[in-house]
Nanobody
């Protein structure tokens, strides 16, 4: 089993930055694909980014060029650097790990964190 705990969310003004962290425990996740998803009230969970064990990354169209995903396998930690934040980025952000299938979709992941709230004011 893998436990994931997100941190770093909060309230920020439009144009600002936040860095989310996701600490994994239970087993090493260095060989797992890891991703970030987000869910705004009344909306479906949305793909944000993933990173494979090889370091290959992919981003959702709405965050491309503004967000950067990274991982520190020695620390068993996943990061999401969010710059140029917009009010439409407001959501609960979830960390996910493991699984199989297309990493763009939530059902592909076996493990999920509880989420961290990000609120961007205009």
């Amino acid at each position: 089993q893998v436990q994931l705990v997100e941190s770093g969310g909060g309230l920020v003004q439009a144009g600002g930055s936040l860095r989310l962290s996701c600490a994994a425990s239970g087993r090493a996740v260095s060989t797992y694909v890891m991703g970030w998803f987000r869910q705004a009230p009344g909306k479906e969970r949305e793909f944000v980014a993933f990173i494979r064990w090889s370091g290959n990354t992919a981003y959702g169209d709405s965050v491309k060029g503004r967000f950067t995903i990274s991982r520190d396998n020695a620390k068993n930690t996943l990061y999401l650097q969010m710059n140029s934040l917009k009010p439409e980025d407001t959501a609960v952000y979830y960390c996910a790990a493991g699984g199989s299938g297309s990493s763009y979709y939530a059902p592909a992941y076996n493990y999920w964190g509880q989420g961290t709230q990000v609120t961007v004011s205009s």
